[in-house]
Structure formats: structure tokens, C-alpha cells
């Protein structure tokens, strides 16, 4: 039982160019959410899905886009990297969403630089 | 949206002290979480605690919902203490978690 896996964890990206950050869990959670964290501030989130095929966007969705074909797979893209996106990224699940009362688990993060 | 306030920012302990992390929260919330993020990043959880009271070895937590407010208890400090503590609480209308800005610890041997 991994939990909530992501890769990779390190990557450096040139301004403009996208990429896919990739997290799967195997606890078959409803649940999925990506969040951001920048320095000295909590974590804010992206993007989230309750289950697969429905996302939506959460706090600070500009720039990225997610699907969800499985339930196991919730990936975050990036259309053209930013420097304002250089940032560490979590990616969280949990059997429903947070608010309904239930605990959430976190990946181990994706430091991203872009220069 | 839910406003999460934690308190002090920044602690500096010896080992072997005690301490007491607090976090305020603007509204009325179903859930509440605390995590300890390592020097490595990472986060882990610690209290899953929507409201009471409950202890896992040195570390306690106590959420009193109706004064909207949670605690974090850290007796004998350890070195490997050190790091950010984060609540997170989820509101009634809230499909997310609202993360405070931490307490970063500092544990001194």
C-alpha cells in the first residue's frame, strides 16, 4: 500500500514550456485535489476532482488544467510554464472530500523550478 | 472563505521543553487536520481531529469547534520535532482544505 504517489520530484522547466505532474493513489479514494505551496504560506489548492471524470477548479486554478479518467490517477498540467509557477506541489486524497469530515493524505511533493 | 490564523509563527525550544501550537479559524468548520511538514518536505499527518481531544505519545490535540479554535501539544521536545506544523480545517460549503501559514518549530539540543 503506497498511498499517494508523485513524480517526479524535482524538475526544472524553461518559461513556456508544459509538462504533466503525475499522482496516483491505491487507497481507491473519491477524492483527489492538487495544491500549491509557496514560501512561508499553507498550501492553497489548484485544482480537484470528486471522483472520476469530474474536476473543478479550486483557489489559484490559472495555468494548469487536470482530468480524471480513473479513479486511481489525477494529473496536473502545465499549459506554459510561468515563473510565478515555480512552486512546491502536493497532491492530496482522501475517501471524500475534506469538508465532509475525513482525513486527507499527502504525497510526498514535486519541487518545481521555472526559469 | 474560512480565514485560518496559527500562532506563533516561529518557536524556538530547548529539547526536552514543552510547547503549545494554536490555530484560530474564522467560521464554523466540519473538520480539522494538523500536519507536521520534515525538513525533507514532507508531510505528515498528525491529528485528524474535527473536534475533542486526542494524544499519540507526546503530541496532543484538543478542538473546541464552537470557539473555533484547536490546539497542538508538544511535551519533552525532540530534535526531530523541528519543522512547520499546519492545520487545516474544511468548512460546511467548502470543497477544500484551508491551510494556515504554520508555526515553524525549532527544537535546540
Known amino acids: 500500500n503506497a498511498g499517494v504517489t508523485q513524480t517526479p520530484k524535482f524538475q526544472v522547466l524553461k518559461t513556456g514550456q508544459s509538462m504533466t505532474l503525475q499522482c496516483a493513489q491505491d487507497m481507491n479514494h473519491e477524492y483527489m485535489s492538487w495544491y500549491r505551496q509557496d514560501p512561508g504560506m499553507g498550501l492553497r489548492l489548484i485544482h480537484y476532482?470528486?471522483?472520476?471524470?469530474?474536476?473543478d477548479q479550486g483557489e489559484v486554478p490559472n495555468g494548469y488544467n487536470v482530468s480524471r479518467s480513473t479513479t486511481e490517477d489525477f494529473p496536473l498540467r502545465l499549459l506554459s510554464a510561468a515563473p510565478s509557477q515555480t512552486s512546491v506541489y502536493f497532491c492530496a486524497s482522501s475517501p471524500i472530500q475534506f469538508s465532509l469530515n475525513t482525513e486527507a493524505f499527502f504525497g510526498q511533493g514535486t519541487r518545481l523550478t521555472v526559469v | 472563505g474560512i480565514q485560518v490564523e496559527q500562532s506563533p509563527p516561529d518557536l524556538i525550544l530547548q529539547e526536552g521543553a514543552n510547547s503549545t501550537l494554536r490555530c484560530n479559524f474564522s467560521?464554523?468548520?466540519?473538520?480539522l487536520q494538523w500536519f507536521h511538514q520534515n525538513p525533507w518536505g514532507q508531510l505528515i499527518n498528525l491529528f485528524y481531529?474535527?473536534?475533542g481531544t486526542k494524544q499519540n505519545g507526546r503530541l496532543s490535540a484538543t478542538t473546541v469547534a464552537t470557539e473555533r479554535y484547536s490546539l497542538l501539544y508538544i511535551s519533552s521536545s525532540q530534535t526531530t520535532d523541528s519543522g512547520v506544523y499546519f492545520c487545516?480545517?474544511?468548512?460546511?460549503?467548502?470543497?477544500?482544505?484551508?491551510f494556515g501559514a504554520g508555526t515553524r518549530l525549532t527544537v535546540k539540543p
Open positions: 476532482s470528486v471522483g472520476a471524470g469530474i474536476t
Open positions: 481531529i474535527p473536534s
Open positions: 467560521d464554523s468548520v466540519n473538520n
Open positions: 487545516a480545517v474544511g468548512g460546511y460549503n467548502n470543497n477544500d482544505m484551508r
